[in-house]
């Protein structure tokens, strides 16, 4: 009972930080060290990423019609006006098409280094920078572009040269723990003039390839060797984080149509500097 009473706390947090451009990974980094799962370490490392695919099932369900590429309804742009052609929705494939060039750097390294940057990055000091360093980014980012028209202002208006330089910054987010996939591509997008609207929604649509991949790694790696706690540890966890994230994703959807992210560029600053704090103290680490 204890062990799921703490997976339901992890899927809390992983749907609430998932989305929001604090850093998932850095908080369960964080939370792990106050609130350890009586888990192997094998089994934890893959937790952390496929619980995940929760807060991916709120995407795929609060955005279908905007990702499934197929039928006749609302096909606005279909391949062909008869035949099969009628039910492939053109402009659907193309913001697929997007996605995946998006996902190209991260996929590369993910799949080449996963387990060396995990070593190598994954600690407190990492997720501390990272907070601190997009925390100030954001902060520059939004003063500089706040009386600036957004070049692009939809999803439409991406194309492949926007959608690789997206990518790039997500990369970083790959590296480095804490940085915040979805708080790297927020701020790359805005750099080169996407706005906040499409920003995070082309986030939340670039995570369901990048997250199952992942996800889809981890458990390659892992196997299928489940005990029965691990399984309902797992399980939980991601039901948790689907619920919780159906929540966050529309409040911040609403959010950002009257709000910039400075505060959250701000509550970045203030987490990473505490975690600095704890860390030097030795309460973490």
């Not at 590429?69 to 039910?87: E, H, V």
């Not at 199952?212 to 790696?221: E, F, M, N, Q, Y």
């Amino acid at each position: 009972m204890q062990e799921i009473i703490k997976a339901i706390i992890f899927g809390i947090v992983e749907g609430v930080t998932e989305w929001l451009p604090v850093s998932s990974t850095g908080h369960m980094i964080i939370l792990n060290e106050f609130l350890r799962l009586d888990v192997s370490e094998e089994f934890y490392s893959m937790f952390q990423v496929v619980i995940q695919l929760g807060a991916i099932m709120a995407v795929i369900i609060l955005f279908w019609n905007q990702l499934w590429p197929f039928g006749s309804k609302n096909n606005r742009n279909p391949l062909s006006r008869t035949g099969l052609g009628s039910y492939i929705k053109k402009d659907i494939f193309i913001l697929w098409f997007h996605i995946l060039v998006s996902c190209v750097p991260a996929a590369i390294v993910g799949v080449l280094f996963d387990d060396k940057l995990e070593e190598l990055f994954y600690n407190y000091t990492t997720v501390a920078i990272m907070l601190i360093i997009f925390g100030i980014a954001f902060i520059i980012v939004e003063t500089m572009n706040k009386n600036a028209a957004p070049r692009i202002n939809s999803i439409e208006e991406i194309t492949y040269t926007v959608a690789f330089l997206i990518g790039i910054f997500q990369l970083i987010a790959a590296v480095f723990p804490g940085t915040s996939r979805s708080g790297a591509t927020i701020v790359g997008a805005l750099l080169i003039g996407v706005s906040r609207t499409v920003a995070a929604e082309y986030t939340f649509f670039l995570a369901v390839p990048v997250m199952l991949g992942a996800s889809l790694l981890k458990i390659v790696k892992f196997g299928l060797a489940f005990t029965v706690s691990e399984a309902v540890i797992l399980l939980i966890g991601m039901l948790v984080a689907f619920l919780v994230s159906m929540f966050v994703i529309k409040f911040l959807m609403s959010y950002i149509k009257k709000h910039d992210f400075k505060v959250f560029g701000w509550y970045r600053i203030i987490l990473g500097i505490l975690v600095l704090v704890l860390g030097l103290t030795g309460v973490i680490g």
